[in-house]
């Protein structure tokens, strides 16, 4: 059977659930603490080379293209080059 949050604790306290044992739950000796740190670290870690990765394409140069038809006669593709200033 459930215990609704304002029922009094199982545990003989006196005290409503949710005062009581209710928040015994989420303390520190949870066994998913692990679980949830590595989520969390993974997650940082992610975001943090993302973030690395946006910032460093925008920082380099990239030089300038210029699209073409390809010359091979089987493909019909547009491609891209580097563009070449001709003077």
């Not at 005290?15 to 692990?34: A, M």
């Not at 949830?36 to 670290?41: E, G, H, P, Y």
């Not at 380099?60 to 073409?68: G, I, L, S």
Request: charged share 25%; with cysteine.
């Amino acid at each position: 059977m459930k215990t609704n949050r304002n029922d009094s604790c199982p545990c003989g306290s006196g005290e409503k659930y949710k005062n009581c044992c209710e928040q015994k739950r989420f303390k520190s000796g949870d066994k998913n603490q692990l679980t949830r740190w590595l989520i969390s670290a993974g997650l940082g870690l992610f975001l943090a080379v993302f973030v690395w990765g946006v910032i460093e394409f925008f920082a380099t140069e990239h030089p300038e293209m210029e699209a073409y038809k390809c010359d091979n006669p089987n493909c019909g593709q547009i491609h891209y080059r580097q563009k070449v200033d001709s003077n």
